[in-house]
């Protein structure tokens, strides 16, 4: 009972479905399905359909050879665009249409204007060589050719504060020798010779002078001349040295704390009179030279 009644409604929907079109119709059938046809057949079944379409049904069919014929005199001149289909080849020179519109419905172009072809080969064979011509003399770069609407370019001239004293011909138009002689006795009465003057002493107390120190002593970097007693030395050493940017600032400051026989910071733990490290002999040295 089951079965009969799936059996009935399939039926009916099948009654009620709608018939698809025939996407292939206007083709022939060539009784080898679609798809399976040569590309001849294929282009000329499309041929024909366009035809049809457009309102025109001369169409040449696929493989169809223009009975025009090339000049026997001359196989290599092109084909003319201006004879007919059935028109003869001519023995003299072809021309060739470089303007041609098609008429609606009539699926032929007619022609509005011809060149020479030979005149025309000939001009762009010369406008090419000199194109080479150009480019060969410019380092193999192609030329840029300026259009006459670009303004003409400007002359530079020294008025822009550039001195043209170098330039003979321009000082000679401009003044004679003898201005030249009144401008270099007016150059030389306001030359001035500035005198070397004693060097400014310093004002105030500005501290321990470092290099006074350095000369006046001549013991070695190292050398014990002063007692150091506390614990933990190296440490106050290291911790209150890194206070300073340069050795120095820290000679400087332990001169001006009663150093060198007194360290009460802990800068000078060997005792020889130079604080973090300081060295007189660069000073020394320059004295020397």
């Known amino acids: 009972m089951r079965f009969s009644l799936c059996v009935t409604a399939l039926v009916g929907l099948t009654a ?7 996407s292939g119709a206007g083709f022939p059938d060539s009784g080898s399905g679609v798809g399976f046809g040569t590309s001849d057949d294929y282009i000329a079944q499309q041929r024909a359909r366009d035809a049809e379409l457009q309102g025109n049904s001369a169409v040449p069919r696929a493989g169809a050879i223009s009975p025009e014929t090339r000049n026997q005199a001359n196989p290599g001149a092109p084909l003319s665009a201006t004879q007919g289909a059935n028109a003869p080849a001519t023995g003299g020179t072809v021309t060739s249409s470089t303007n041609a519109t098609r008429q609606p419905g009539s699926g032929a ?14 001009e762009i064979a010369r406008e090419t060589a000199a194109r080479l011509a150009e480019t060969s003399q410019n380092s193999g770069q192609q ?7 670009n303004p003409a370019p ?18 000679g138009n401009a003044r004679s020798i003898q201005d030249d002689a009144e401008l270099i006795a007016q150059n030389r009465a306001q030359y ?15 501290g321990p002078n470092i290099v006074q120190y350095a000369l006046e002593t001549s013991h070695p970097k190292g050398q014990q001349l002063y007692t150091r007693v506390g614990i933990n030395k190296q440490a106050k050493f290291q911790r209150n040295c890194a206070k300073y940017n340069s050795p120095d600032q820290a000679q400087t400051d332990f001169l001006a704390q009663g150093g060198p026989r007194r360290d009460r910071m802990g800068l000078d733990p060997d005792g020889d009179g130079y604080a973090c490290a300081w060295d007189p002999r660069p000073f020394r040295a320059a004295v020397q030279n």
Not at 143 to 149: D, E, K, L, T
Not at 154 to 171: C, L
């Open 109 to 122: 172009y007619t022609p509005t204007g011809g060149l020479n072809s030979a005149s025309t080969s000939d």
């Open 192 to 206: 001035q010779v500035v005198q070397p003057g004693a060097l400014p002493e310093r004002s105030g107390n500005t």
């Open 16 to 22: 009620c479905a709608p018939s698809v079109p025939d």
């Open 154 to 171: 400007q002359t530079v001239t020294s008025e822009g504060g550039i001195s043209n004293e170098n330039n003979f011909d321009a000082v």
């Open 143 to 149: 030329i840029v050719h300026a259009s006459p609407s």
